[in-house]
């Protein structure tokens, strides 16, 4: 099978244009296939707050209430997504921004309330591969925020995380998939105050006993479980490296 690369970038390095400026040159030099996954929380935070919008996060999720979730669809649907569009075209990659609404790649159910009520939070249900599939293998370079359908004309939001997770599994059927998560630091770290302290490599055993040391915490946890959920599925290689690195695979490996 071909190969096919894709990339999570999240939080700090979608809201500094000068980190996301690198990893979008990095990015347009990969070979082959690839498809990039974006968040922007910390953007969609910022912007809430100058409407007069609190964010609250639980478990590394965002409370979406009706009023967030006009705000998330702005600034990941449009402000976000058709930047890193623009970006890409601009260094002759032929970018296509789509939410999970578009073409039906991504179709979610409203989380259903237990302990706590997320709003419009949207668990992934459906993964449309074939019609990414059909769109990487015709030279497009689809660029995905982290909104889905439930299919009844509603967005929901979805962390992005999970967005990159369920694109890599549903495309782990047409391609040999990478999947690469890009945040700020070398990788997962024994100490998350040195960044000399990368764990080369992880499994199921060894996470959960990092977590219960609480040496991974916070947003790590659902990327790791995303990750792990994506090797189970198929998905060839997935790696946990700084934005930098993109090109160069250091970092964290998931077996
Ligand atoms: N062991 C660890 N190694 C690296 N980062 C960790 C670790 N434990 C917790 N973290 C935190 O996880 C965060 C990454 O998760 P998150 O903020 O959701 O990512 P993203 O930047 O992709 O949105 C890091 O900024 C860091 O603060
Ligand atoms: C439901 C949920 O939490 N959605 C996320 C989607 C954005 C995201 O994941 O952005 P990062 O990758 O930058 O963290 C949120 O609104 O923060």
């Not at 990095?26 to 910022?46: E, N, P, W």
Request: net charge negative.
């Amino acid at each position: 099978m071909e190969k096919l690369t894709i990339v999570k970038v999240g939080g700090k390095i979608v809201e500094e244009s000068e980190s996301l400026q690198i990893l979008l040159n990095d990015f347009s030099h990969i070979q082959g296939y690839k498809l990039l996954v974006h968040g922007g929380g910390r953007s969609a935070t910022r912007i809430a707050s100058q409407l007069g919008i609190e964010s609250k996060m639980v478990n590394g999720r965002r409370i979406t209430d009706a009023e967030m979730l006009k705000v998330v669809t702005m600034v990941y649907g449009g402000l976000v997504n058709k930047n890193i569009v623009a970006g890409l075209q601009a260094l002759s990659v032929d970018a296509l921004g789509m939410t999970g609404a578009d073409m039906n790649i991504l179709r979610s159910e409203k989380r259903p309330v237990k302990d706590v009520d997320y709003g419009f939070v949207g668990d992934v249900k459906e993964a449309g591969g074939e019609a990414l599939s059909k769109l990487i293998r015709a030279g497009v370079v689809p660029v995905l925020a982290p909104l889905t359908h439930d299919g009844k004309g509603n967005l929901l939001n979805t962390n992005a995380d999970t967005i990159a997770g369920e694109a890599a599994k549903a495309l782990a059927q047409y391609f040999d998939v990478t999947l690469m998560y890009c945040f700020e630091k070398k990788g997962v770290l024994r100490d998350e105050n040195d960044d000399d302290s990368v764990i080369p490599e992880i499994d199921e055993t060894l996470f959960k006993e990092y977590v219960a040391d609480g040496i991974i915490q916070g947003g790590m946890i659902p990327k790791l479980e995303n990750a792990f959920a994506a090797i189970r599925a198929g998905v060839k290689e997935v790696i946990i490296t700084q934005a930098t690195e993109i090109s160069s695979g250091i970092g964290t490996r998931i077996r």
